[in-house]
């Protein structure tokens, strides 16, 4: 009966059995010392057979007694730190081919495109790997922030046959020989859904045809989503900013010691998060950096860190909330500010100098929404099924979206977005390189 | 501040406000009797107005007075049917168009393809609705299954450089100028993840561009996948039995309202499932109705019918687990068994007479692998990124996966698979018929 390795230590002095990969060996004299690494952490382990062959990524079933190591020798890094294992038998269950590169070491010291091109071995190493046990907890967090709103989870498709938002930037699929295409974003499905469960939220991919390669894209990603309906401006602000947060707090409190490994700190909340409009925003970062961004139909990424600067030296928090983005910039579907229609009842959630969550309250007026689909060039023959939910009765609504990945890069600070994706897709990748696939332009399917 | 229609009924004699979709009027001379719909169910209102302008969808917002109804006007099939509200404002959120049909009635009796070319508008049909309730459910009851397993949640792409399990029915995307595809399942992925976190669980998108109309197959489908290393066969069978039977019991329990709705009782497990091989149950079957299928190379739908009654009256058990089947109907990667490999590690977890999980045991032998991927016609270097997974030492493993819809479907008895998708793709229609899209064939993207 197998043992996890972090189970071996209430079981001292002890025969057990454990199963798992060599994370690393080193031999001295006669005895053979290595560690033995499986899902729960690793266990050192000695053996007396200096015949034994194994190497790095073998899987190893051993059978042995535990025992507890001289004081001296106590490694107070490991959880099984103060043990170690006396291998009686030790039986190969899986032979690894030699490594290309070492990965026993603490860190994983390699150019993207090794980590990418040996995916399916760098994510074994263990400092790899825990980028996505933060990814899991912030699904939870996510999860957990959504259903404590009442809204339900629901299943929408990735196929449409119109584009989300128009743009270039589109897949295109072969429907049984129709033009049909990847969704861009979950969005119209997710408003779709405000007349059914009035609160839903979704886990879902999102396809973007970049035609470049940035640090900060994916052509396909994990998008998380929810809308709320009945709710106005600032009732909507106030689930922003409670998701966005909660949603941090609860991957960061999980996966505490992950993060300390990544050297980040904890996000910091202070009382309210401040809340500027963005012409507010560009008129402090006039006051305080000099800079004069007072007209620019945006904030740059410069004036999201430095808007993000004021909030943590003012408010001490990592958070701030900039709204009323112009119209013009924003999707067909943002509802203008009665007040002032030049600019939008939109918002986008900033931590720490990045933009995490973006949304805004929707336009939900079925003849106001056929005018802008056709005020930005688009035919409302190809949102038929979209309309449809607001000709008969859709209420004032509202929501919001992010990338998984993205939040995931930023709450451990990493500086590609592609390592905080298990197999990125871009441009040029699919797993492997596209230019090295066996005849990759002519393929067929078999 | 608005209270939700379920919560009028801890106001009596109170002034509220209720928000919501009118469900159906009824005039009465001088009052005007309707219905108001939101997330939480029905409340009866009544108004004086005679002149008031409504009619069903509209969405609106209520003020009045919440009092009991006389005591032969109560209506005990409702939550609030003691109660209504004396409207004394009625605001219009939305107006509404006529409706198509009527969908205020208890059933909503419309062909399939009503109800799917009105989906934005069907979907708020409570008994419609009601399906997705139970569908979240089922997500919910699974997800805690797989964590009760100590399963990480993982999220893998959906666009690959080649097929999963070759087959014609693949579709296919431009990708970049290169040609892609939309995976068929997300099994490749799931087992590279085994080395880095022994058994992870996933929710994916699987498309199957399946050249036939049928009641049972989506083109595109959310499967649900768990994979767990270190098992040997008699465990991966527990735990898909497991997972099985938790996540239906969890679903018929929390929606046990909807599933009386529904005339369907809810999964019975009796001690422990019965566990056959197919060519055993093929035995039963032949004693228990006389028709001989014992050479067939696999059940037929009827066979799945009758060996469901037999463990039934033999055993209490809405389950059956059947094993062992012939190795050349199955995917690629499945084990044969050592001690006959004309048949493999397999397994199906029947439920009332349907497959509703399906998995096996894994080959996880390199060159095993390699060799089977040639036998099978299909090319070693299609599948690079996968190979290097068993390279560098891959455990023993399986798993098993199953489609939401279907399961759906199968736990509320629905006749076609359709009903149990919010937005059911096939070779016919996405979202509305194919045929019917403005310049569907010619279409680019904007």
């Not at 996890?4 to 001295?28: M, Y």
């Not at 998008?223 to 947060?245: A, K």
């Not at 930023?410 to 090295?436: G, T, W, Y």
Request: hydrophobic content about 35%; proline content about 5%; overall charge neutral.
């Amino acid at each position: 009966m197998r043992i996890l390795a972090t189970e071996t230590k209430n079981e001292i002095e002890k025969t057990v059995t454990c199963e798992g990969w060599i994370n690393s060996r080193r031999d001295h004299g006669k005895l053979i010392f290595f560690d033995l690494r499986d899902r729960s952490g690793l266990l050192q382990i000695v053996s007396k057979d200096s015949n034994l062959d194994i190497r790095p990524e073998d899987v190893v079933r051993v059978r042995g007694k535990v025992v507890k190591r001289p004081d001296n020798l106590v490694n107070p890094n490991l959880e099984t730190g103060s043990i170690e294992l006396q291998a009686e038998n030790v039986e190969i269950l899986s032979k690894a081919a030699e490594l290309p590169f070492d990965i026993g070491g603490k860190d994983l010291d390699l150019q993207l495109p090794t980590l990418l091109d040996f995916r399916a071995l760098t994510l074994r190493h263990p400092k790899v790997k825990s980028i996505f046990k933060v990814q899991e907890a912030i699904m939870e967090g996510f999860r957990r922030a959504a259903q404590a709103l009442e809204a339900t989870e629901v299943f929408v498709p990735t196929i449409s046959y119109s584009s989300t938002e128009g743009g270039a930037e589109i897949f295109k699929i072969d429907y049984y020989g129709h033009k049909a295409f990847m969704i861009q974003s979950p969005q119209l499905y997710k408003q779709m859904m405000i007349p059914i469960f009035e609160r839903v939220y979704l886990i879902s991919h999102a396809y973007r045809a970049e035609p470049s390669v940035t640090t900060r894209h994916l052509s396909e990603s994990i998008q998380l989503d929810l809308e709320l309906g009945f709710l106005e401006f600032e009732e909507l602000l106030d689930s922003l900013e409670r998701i966005g947060s909660e949603t941090l707090k609860y991957a960061s409190q999980k996966c505490s010691d992950i993060l300390k490994e990544f050297n980040v700190d904890p996000p910091k909340v202070g009382g309210k998060i401040p809340r500027l409009k963005m012409r507010e925003a560009q008129e402090i970062i006039y006051k305080t950096t000099g800079r004069d961004n007072r007209k620019e139909p945006d904030l740059t990424p410069e004036d999201e860190k430095d808007i993000s600067a004021w909030a943590l030296k003012e408010h001490g928090s990592d958070f701030v909330t900039i709204t009323h983005y112009p119209t013009k910039k924003r999707a067909f579907y943002s509802h203008p500010d009665p007040k002032n229609p030049e600019f939008s009842l939109s918002y986008d959630l900033i931590f720490k100098g990045v933009e995490i969550l973006s949304g805004s309250k929707r336009i939900h007026d079925y003849d106001k929404l056929v005018e802008v689909i056709v005020e930005r060039g688009m035919n409302p023959k190809d949102f038929s099924m979209y309309l449809q939910a607001f000709k008969y009765g859709m209420p004032p609504h509202g929501g919001f979206s992010f990338g998984l990945e993205r939040l995931t890069m930023k709450i451990l600070d990493l500086v590609n977005v592609r390592e905080a994706s298990l197999f990125p897709r871009d441009m040029n990748r699919i797993d492997i390189l596209l230019s090295s696939q066996p005849d990759a332009k002519k393929k067929t399917s078999k």
